[in-house]
């Protein structure tokens, strides 16, 4: 399948919470071309290679979201952000709620013409979802329910593209693409394709399925901040520049050595993203799984990140697909 449309097909679903939709098709995805087992809400693809020795890639397959806190007797909801979210973006937004039946709620905004001056909110339980249900919301809604952005992907110009839940759909696509490409090959190490849960609400579904795989050396896929306005270019990577490979004091050096060797000799694109401590990725967890697993990170630059409007190139997937397909025929650092 091509990678644009795994990430549509996985941007059009949800899964946050017990919310299963997006970790059911990417696990039946997965299916075609490992052995997979649920570990927590996480999922793992395992396929044999000739070392006893195991390569984890993995992309979270979970999404910021709401929870709903209170329903007033005017069927308004109160929600609470489950995950980073930026409440900027929220009035007028229209959402889904999933509650006893999915329905469509939009934030509440008020006209320019009665706001006195402008408003601005620091707190997203002052912003309330009209449900149109009335005293009848309690039925259908409850305490507890979760709720999402409702953004359809759509193509922008060229390869550029967006959507919701990109972060880390995009790091998911990359995953199922390379277990696609890879299948039937012989592989030198084995590798661990991990769809972890919970990146969102802290690390939490990388942590015990990173215990479970016991991997000797790990690439966490996600997105990073990508180049736009008001973004310093010190702070962010370029969209279309490629893959992003990481070097931080948390990550493995030789690792991310090997991944700029792959790139120049196969004339893969791909920039480096240097950070001064922890990545803010499920590598900072995965890295001292057990007694310590040798880690890096590959990510795709994004704009607007955790906004149902997220912006990619398709271009930088492929290159992240590319240089992973590259580094696991090469063995990882298994020979370094």
Known sequence: MDISELLFELSKRDCIGNVREAADYAEEQLSRYADTKRVGGSIIGFVKGKADYTLLLDAHIDQVGMTV?????????????????????????????????????VFCSTPPHLASGETE?????????????GSKASETVSLGDYVTFQAKPCLLSGDAVTGRSFDDRAGVACLLKIA???SGAELPVNVAFLLSDGEELGMRGAVTAAFNAEPNEAVAVD??????????????????????IGFAPT????????????AENNGIKYQTEVMGGRTGTNADVISV??????????????????????????????????LLIKYILSGGVFNA
């Open 69 to 105: 806190t209170n329903i007033d007797e005017e069927g308004f909801l109160t929600v609470a952000a489950s995950g980073g979210i930026d409440i900027r973006a929220l009035p007028s937004r229209t959402v889904t709620v999933h509650g006893k039946e999915k329905i469509t709620a």
């Open 121 to 133: 909110y620091d707190d997203i339980s002052k912003i309330k979802l009209d449900t149109m249900l």
């Open 180 to 182: 696609e490409e890879l």
């Open 223 to 244: 997105v990073s901040f990508g180049n736009g306005i008001g973004i310093s270019p010190e702070e962010c990577g370029k969209l279309g520049a490629g893959a992003m």
């Open 251 to 262: 990550l493995d050096s030789g690792i991310s050595a090997r991944l700029v060797l792959l």
């Open 289 to 322: 799984s057990r007694s310590g697993v040798k880690t890096c990170t590959v990510s795709v630059p994004l704009r607007n990140m955790h906004t149902e409007a997220e912006v990619l190139r398709i271009s930088d997937l492929n290159s992240v697909c590319d």
